[in-house]
């Protein structure tokens, strides 16, 4: 079984910044796909960025191109998102997800491709 444990949220002003941390652990796969999501409360869970294995493919929803970064390190099995310029609208839920891929330069864009979840971590604006 895999585990994924998000950290760095918190609360943080408008226009502030924050990265979010995933960490994998246990049976972790040789590759996998990995993006984080967001869900407001009353809210469908909405994705906010994926990579690639090979890290060479990003997706980025609209509403956080330009401010929002997505990157990953293998050999840590650890995936953050620096979220700059952030909103009210950013308040939410963040989740990291895993997917298992063999091809390292897919990006994965649905949840049903996602097979494991963390608990997810919250991000606030204390404006």
């Known amino acids: 079984q895999v585990q994924l444990v998000e950290s760095g949220g918190g609360l943080v002003q408008a226009g502030g910044s924050l990265r979010l941390t995933c960490a994998a652990s246990?049976?972790?796969?040789?590759?996998?796909?990995m993006g984080w999501f967001r869900q407001a409360p009353g809210k469908e869970r909405e994705l906010a960025a994926a990579?690639?294995?090979?890290?060479?493919?990003?997706y980025y929803a609209d509403s956080v191109k330009g401010r929002f970064t997505i990157s990953g390190d293998n050999a840590k099995n650890t995936v953050y998102l620096q979220m700059n310029s952030l909103k009210h609208e950013d308040t939410d839920v963040y989740y990291c997800?895993?997917?298992?891929?063999?091809?390292?330069?897919?990006?994965?864009?649905?949840?049903?491709?996602?097979?494991?979840w963390g608990q997810g971590t919250q991000v606030t604006d204390s404006s």
């Open positions: 997800a895993a997917g298992r891929e063999a091809d390292t330069k897919v990006v994965l864009t649905t949840e049903r491709e996602y097979d494991y």
């Open positions: 246990g049976r972790t796969f040789s590759t996998a796909a």
């Open positions: 990579i690639s294995w090979s890290g060479g493919r990003t």
